[in-house]
């Protein structure tokens, strides 16, 4: 199929680059949606954990439970902070292949891992299917795929590290 000439999108031989710039900004679109199930599953633990007692007192009481409510809490705002900085670089126009690529590994892991998390603070009741946490769980698995698996995401961050070098971008 032939089509005229001014239907061209973007400078000719430049559709591969331009795919991928797009690409870009639909990682750190995800990493932000990874921050949001972590976020939703901090929060619904620390409910959870408030409320549930055990031995008659809160779980939440308990330093085992403490733990992973505080790590959960760190790995979120270090997501967040991720896709902040991967964002404003998009907003400013500057080169930020590197920054989605680490906003999207770091956010979409950290999402499988403290929802996981989420789950053991809910016991076995967070298994069950109509917990908002058992969902948040399949959720973020979807993170770590879609967009260019967290795999290539590492494959992209390993290039842009020997192509520009190491230091803080
Ligand atoms: C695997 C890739 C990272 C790399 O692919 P290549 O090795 O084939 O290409 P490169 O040599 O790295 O680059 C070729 C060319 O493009 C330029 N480039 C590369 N990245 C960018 C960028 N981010 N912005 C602008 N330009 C870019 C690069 O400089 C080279 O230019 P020159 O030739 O030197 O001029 C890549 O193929 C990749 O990221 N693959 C993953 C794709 C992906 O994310 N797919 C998922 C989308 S669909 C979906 O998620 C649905 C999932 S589902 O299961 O339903």
Redesign the pocket.
């Known amino acids: 199929m032939r089509l005229p000439a001014d239907a061209l999108l973007g400078d000719e031989g430049r559709g ?2 331009m795919m ?2 797009v ?2 900004k639909g990682r750190v679109g995800i990493a932000a949606l990874a921050v949001g199930i972590g976020q939703a599953g901090l929060e619904a633990a620390v409910d959870y954990a408030a409320q549930r007692k055990q031995f008659k007192r809160p779980i939440a009481e308990f330093q085992g439970v403490q733990w992973l409510l505080a790590d959960m809490a760190v790995d979120v705002e270090a997501a967040r902070l991720l896709v902040h900085s991967a964002a404003t670089k998009i907003d400013r126009g500057e080169d930020a ?1 590197r920054a989605c690529s680490m906003a999207k590994r770091f956010a979409g892991d950290m999402a499988v891992a403290r929802s996981a998390d989420a789950v053991q603070v809910f016991g076995g009741s967070g298994y069950i299917r109509g917990f908002e946490v058992e969902r948040l769980y399949r959720d973020a698995k979807i993170t770590q ?4 698996t967290n795999q ?1 995401q590492r ?2 961050i390993a ?1 842009e590290l020997i192509k520009n070098g190491a230091r803080a971008a």
Do not use: N
């Open positions: 591969f680059h991928m710039s690409l870009d292949t795929i879609y967009e260019g290539i494959m992209i290039r």
